[in-house]
């Protein structure tokens, strides 16, 4: 998700209604704390149920929101220059390479799914039947 996007748009909401731009006043438009909206921005950690509520505000769809491809991303990681054939080093190199590959695409997989299915199953624990006592 690009956090960047986010911020971008509700400035951009912010000024449409002819509001001072401030960390406090884009929390409000989303319904937080400021402390709680720096922090969600500062590690990345926003919710489903909040990136929803926000593009329903923001009369966005879910995927604006997202660089589905993030060529930039995949771009980094080919840039990875695995120099010689042979040499153990360049060999685990091309091995962490293809895992982050794969990473980043299981991790894409999982976006598209989530945006097109517009849910999020949650796995609930099972709960054993031992009888205490």
Not at 88 to 115: A, G, Q
Request: aromatic share 6%; with cysteine; hydrophobic share 30%.
């Amino acid at each position: 998700m690009n956090y960047y996007k986010v911020k971008k748009a509700i400035r951009e909401y912010l000024e449409s209604n002819n509001e001072k731009i401030s960390d406090r006043a884009e929390a409000r438009v989303i319904l937080m704390s400021q402390k709680g909206y720096l922090k969600m921005m500062e590690l990345h950690t926003m919710s489903v149920k909040k990136l929803e509520e926000i593009a329903e505000k923001l009369n966005k769809p879910v995927t604006y929101f997202f660089d589905l491809e993030e060529p930039q991303t995949y771009k980094l990681i080919e840039n990875i220059n695995v120099v010689e054939d042979g040499c153990p080093c360049c060999e685990k190199l091309k091995v962490e390479k293809m895992k982050l590959l794969e990473d980043l695409n299981d991790v894409n997989t999982k976006y598209r799914h989530l945006l097109e299915n517009g849910t999020v199953k949650k796995e609930i624990p099972s709960t054993s039947s031992k009888k205490i006592g």
